[in-house]
């Protein structure tokens, strides 16, 4: 099992920046094992994944939405895997959440595919 603790949301102006942070830990087996995927979602759209990476970060997938303005990171050592936002735009508001796929390839885009979840953070983008 893995615990994902998201943080780092907030309220910033458009064309602002944030970078989101999930801690996770493990008691079963290293967090390198998992990929992990950030998704968010507003209120009434459906949750989308907007960008993931594999375990050991060789392989990272974005939304068109979010290309050249997200950059997803993991430091497997501080078992923390990191969101950079960039030029954000207030549709980019809503409540961000980490998610853990047990030996992923970062590939996965849909919520069912992941294991463990987090509790969320929220971003606010105002214009």
């Known amino acids: 099992q893995v615990h994902l603790v998201e943080s780092g949301g907030g309220l910033v102006q458009a064309g602002g920046s944030l970078r989101l942070s999930c801690a996770g830990s493990?008691?079963?087996?290293?967090?390198?094992?998992?990929?992990v995927g950030w998704f968010r979602q507003a209120p009434g759209k459906e949750r989308e994944c907007v960008a993931s990476?594999?375990?050991?970060?060789?392989?990272?997938k974005y939304a068109d939405s979010v290309k050249g303005r997200f950059t997803i990171s993991r430091d497997n050592v501080k078992n923390t895997v990191y969101l950079q936002m960039s030029s954000l735009k207030p549709e980019d508001t809503a409540i961000y959440y980490c998610?853990?796929?047990?030996?992923?390839?970062?590939?996965?885009?849909?919520?069912?595919?992941?294991?463990?979840w987090g509790q969320g953070t929220q971003v606010t983008v105002s214009s």
């Open positions: 990476i594999s375990g050991n970060a060789d392989n990272t």
């Open positions: 493990s008691r079963t087996f290293s967090f390198s094992t998992y990929a």
């Open positions: 998610a853990a796929e047990f030996d992923g390839g970062g590939y996965s885009r849909l919520p069912d595919e992941y294991d463990y």
